[in-house]
Structure formats: C-alpha cells, structure tokens
C-alpha cells in the first residue's frame, strides 16, 4: 500500500496527512510539486491542506496547474484513488478531477474549529468505516469552504449518491450543506474539513482514523 | 500591447464578499444601494501586436488558468 502526498510551496497538512497514512499502515512518499511523476505503483495520492500559492489568484488554482498535477490526473484517469482535504479539495475541484467550485464563506469569516459532520454515504473505500448517518467529528480551519454548483450537477450529486460528508448545521453556506464529494467512480474524494487531524487519540477525537483504516483494508483487498 | 482582464462571479452565483460590500455601504449611510457584486482586474503586459491573436492567446489564458469558468466569467479588453 503506497500513499503520495503532494506537497506544495504553503502546503502546512502535508505531514499530518502523511502521519495519518503511515499509522494505517501505508507506505508514504512525499512529492514536491514540480516533479512530473509520481512514484511507481501509488495506490492512493494525497493532496494535503494549507495554502497552496498563497491562495493567490484563487484557492488552489496554481496549485491545480502544477507539473505534478498532470501525473495526478493521469492516475485518477488510470482509475487511481486520491483524497483532497481542505485546500487538497479546492485543488481538485480546479483541476476539474471533482465537480463545483468553494468560495468564500458565507459569513466572511476564516473558521476554524470541530464541526459535527453526517456521514451521507457509507459506499465508498473512504467511508466504509463509518455507517450511514453516523455523525463524525473532524475539524475545519479554512476562509473559503463555501461548496458551490449549479443545480444539475447538484442533482446528479445527490441521484449518484456522491455526497460523502454533510455538515450536521450549515458552517459556511455550502449548498446542501456539502462538506465532501466523491468521483464519478467514488475513488477520488474532496472534503474541506480534516479527517488527519483527527486520526490520533492521544491528541484528542481521532473519528478520521476509521477513513485512513477503511482505505487500507481496500487496498489489501484488491 | 496590453490587456485588461475583468473577472467577475456569473449573475446567479452569490457573492458574499460583494453582500458584504452592500451592508457596510447602507450602514455608512449610503441609500439606495441595491446591490454590490465584486470582482477583479488582471493587467497583462503583452509582446504580441496582432490584436486579432492577442485576444485569443488571453481568452484562453483565461479559460485555463485565469477565471474559474464554474463560477466566473470573465471579459478581455485589449489596450
């Protein structure tokens, strides 16, 4: 089981995530954004949260058009797993790999705290862990996590089951109260609130841990 | 030749920056301001001369990095 974390100039959840990966029992390279490959033989990239850039331009959107980002795209099209946590999820929904776009939240405020989120989907390797409509707590920590869609890519969100994550109370105006989405084939997700910083009992609620033990046991079984 | 980018949300997608912008400008007293949409100027300084070319090279430049075409649209304005 092989994890890539991507890591970027502003990247600050990079070694979190790749702790979370490693404590499931993931072997872990870390790639720097203007290498043009990933590693042989990933099963699943991870692209971290902070502030990619800067957050210049937009949130993740030079990020999105990085050299690494086309080998990101390549695996996801090869049918490889990814994970988008915070600005991870801004960069994939700029490369196109996830649907909609974040904008500013609805209160204008940067938010940063445990947010009670509902599990709206157990089907997925990332979510197997959980039940559907258990409530989980992960923590939030960003300014632009206001999930945004026209209503036909909302209904056919929702019709495919590809909500992941539901904040339990709306936190920053998302439509529908996304807080996490899947692919098409449910092997890629995005998520803005950080199930990696809550994957270790010894610093507090660890419900992100049944995620990174979900996509493991995937992966020994395929 | 230079170029001026505005990028703007599409009508329809809310702008709470913009809101935000509406509610301090009716608290400062300012009447009658019905609504605020924000957006942005990018200035590009170009070698090409063929106007022609320049406004497709910055169409899509914007189609590929500039605007976020989900959510923005944008307008070209060549100098």
Not at chain 1, 52 to 72: M, V
Not at chain 1, 153 to 182: H, M, P
Not at chain 1, 191 to 205: I, T, V
Request: proline share 4%.
């Amino acid at each position: 089981m092989k994890a890539a974390v991507l890591v970027f100039p502003g990247s600050n959840c990079d070694r979190d995530l790749a702790v979370a990966f490693r404590n499931a029992g993931f072997q872990v390279d870390m790639v720097w954004h203007k290498d043009s490959d990933l590693p042989a033989n990933v099963d699943i990239v991870g692209v971290p949260g902070g502030f990619s850039f800067g957050d210049y331009l937009r949130c993740g959107a030079i990020a999105a058009r990085s050299p690494i980002t086309s080998a990101l795209r390549s695996h996801v099209e090869r049918g490889g797993y990814a994970i988008g946590i915070c600005n991870g999820f801004q960069v994939l929904l700029e490369t196109g790999l996830l649907p909609g776009a974040l904008m500013r939240n609805a209160g204008l405020k940067f938010i940063c705290k445990p947010v009670v989120l509902d599990v709206a989907t157990a089907d997925s390797d990332f979510t197997r862990g959980y039940k559907l409509g258990q409530t989980v707590t992960f923590p939030v920590a960003h300014h632009d996590g206001n999930y945004t869609t026209d209503e036909a890519t909302l209904a056919r969100l929702k019709g495919e089951d590809r909500v992941a994550f539901r904040y339990a109370q709306d936190v920053n105006g998302s439509v529908d109260r996304i807080a996490g989405i899947l692919s098409e084939n449910r092997r890629v997700l995005g998520l803005m609130p950080h199930p990696e910083r809550a994957a270790d009992p010894a610093l507090g609620p660890a419900d992100g841990r049944a995620l990174f033990a979900a996509l493991a046991a995937t992966r020994v079984a395929a | 030749m230079k170029a001026r980018v505005h990028i703007m949300l599409k009508t329809g997608v809310l702008d709470p920056q913009g809101e935000a912008v509406r509610h301090a400008l009716g608290t400062l007293g300012f009447e009658g301001v019905t609504g605020v949409r924000q957006g942005k100027v990018i200035e590009l300084d170009l070698a090409e001369t063929d106007r022609a070319k320049a406004g497709a090279d910055v169409a899509r430049m914007c189609e590929t990095l500039l605007a976020n075409t989900v959510i923005e649209q944008y307008d070209v304005e060549l100098l």
